[in-house]
């Protein structure tokens, strides 16, 4: 099987182009869903950060909330190292 580039780690999507079942070799039919949905991609979500595997709701404003948790982690953690 040719191996597309996707960073996609949802193997059984219909949409994920590695995946042997999905007609289109592209990310266009995943893309085009998640826009008329208003989601993030599960590529942008499973690669954001080592803690999020899964979510039940791919939205943009999910997306926001896990984006600003790991803004402030991620300070707190340098304030911390600098005292």
Do not use: R, Y
């Not at 954001?48 to 707190?76: D, Y």
Request: aromatic fraction near 4%.
């Amino acid at each position: 099987m040719e191996k597309h580039f996707c960073t996609c780690l949802v193997m059984d999507c219909p949409n994920n182009p590695n995946n042997p079942e999905c007609k289109i070799k592209s990310c266009d039919a995943c893309m085009q869903k998640i826009i008329e949905m208003g989601e993030v991609p599960a590529c942008v979500w499973l690669n954001m950060k080592e803690g999020i595997k899964s979510t039940s709701q791919w939205s943009m404003v999910n997306f926001s909330k896990a984006v600003l948790e790991e803004v402030e982690q991620t300070t707190k953690a340098t304030k911390s190292t600098k005292k």
